[in-house]
């Protein structure tokens, strides 16, 4: 009988959600609201480096790795994985799960009791990384559709910033995906800036790759068909290393392609610029994105960029997990890597 109950209950509060988000696609779009809503991302009176609008998660993998060194005595090596663990990392919610939906209901909740913004990356699209390295994804549209609209349920009433599905359409762009999986994906990735653009304490960044992947007029078009005109922005260089400056330059190049779109840089590893190609390596361009040495932490995040079109420097990859099992003791995508920790942060 309980269970009845609830399942009624769920369908009745899908059924609002979703009337609420064709009421809201029905409204002429009549001004662009690109540049953060006070709502969502106003700083705090009380805000500053120590204490940033951002939510900072105590239970993170590099605070947990600096309460695992303090403990074996390891001093050092923790203070320097706090400047890691000090900052407000990206938490990434890649699979349908129920663990995964508890994990960010708790994420949202906790980020609201301490008056914070809870930065987010949706991570599940079917096919997802169809290069390989991160492969998985949500099993079928459906799966991914009704995932969403779980997470719309969760921060329907929160204020949060969502990076959606990084690479997904850079990868479109690029020809890993048959020609149906790609139109399947831009309207998977358009309804789901919809719905959740429907949500008034929610941000929206859509992915946009980086400048030394898909040149903008390549990628422009894609991203009008996976829903960037209705996104708050666009995210660029998550994962990668490529400097701010030429971010910007990439961003103002799409903005002007796609209607002063505004966009977000995640800064995470992109002090030192990035790794160059070297030589007799079977596959040089993973060296360069793929745990290269070498590379250093970026600009903390922060709201204040200088540039009216960038709304933001984010740590949107996690310094110190794996980019993927592509050396020496490199783990799997998304373990901690401890060694890479402590060069990046160093």
Request: hydrophobic share 40%.
């Amino acid at each position: 009988m309980a269970r009845h109950l609830y399942t009624g209950d769920r369908r009745r509060r899908w059924a609002l959600l979703a009337a609420a988000l064709t009421i809201t696609a029905a409204i002429p779009l009549l001004l662009r609201d690109h540049g953060p809503a006070p709502a969502v991302l106003q700083v705090p009176e009380a805000a500053g480096p120590e204490k940033p609008v951002f939510y900072v998660d105590p239970q993170g993998t590099a605070a947990a790795a600096v309460r695992d060194l303090d403990r074996r005595g390891r001093h050092d090596e923790a203070a320097v994985l706090r400047r890691i663990a000090g900052q407000p990392v990206a938490s990434w919610l890649t699979d349908s799960g129920a663990a995964t939906l508890d994990r960010a209901r708790k994420l949202v909740g906790d980020a609201a009791r301490a008056g914070r913004v809870p930065l987010l990356v949706l991570y599940d699209i079917p096919h997802r990384d169809c290069s390989g390295r991160s492969a998985g994804g949500a099993r079928d549209a459906t799966t991914y559709r009704k995932w969403v609209l779980d997470l719309a349920l969760i921060l329907r009433g929160h204020r949060a910033v969502v990076i959606l599905e990084p690479d997904a359409v850079a990868q479109a762009v690029t020809g890993c995906l048959t020609a149906v999986r790609v139109t399947e994906r831009y309207e998977l990735l358009a309804a789901a800036v919809e719905s959740l653009r429907a949500l008034p304490g929610v941000r929206v960044y859509l992915d946009a790759g980086n400048p030394a992947w898909v040149p903008a007029t390549e990628i422009a078009p894609a991203l009008r068909r996976a829903g960037a005109l209705r996104a708050h922005g666009l995210a660029l260089n998550v994962a990668g290393f490529e400097t701010t400056e030429d971010n910007v330059a990439y961003g103002g190049e799409l903005s002007r392609l796609l209607g002063d779109a505004h966009f977000v840089i995640d800064t995470s590893r992109n002090g030192n610029g990035p790794a160059r190609h070297g030589t007799g390596n079977p596959d040089p361009g993973r060296e360069q994105w793929c745990n290269p040495p070498g590379r250093r932490l970026g600009t903390p995040p922060t709201l204040r960029t200088g540039n009216r079109l960038a709304d933001a420097y984010l740590w949107i990859k996690r310094p110190g997990e794996s980019d993927g099992a592509c050396g020496a003791g490199a783990p799997p995508a998304g373990r901690w890597y401890p060694a890479y920790a402590l060069a990046l942060a160093g």
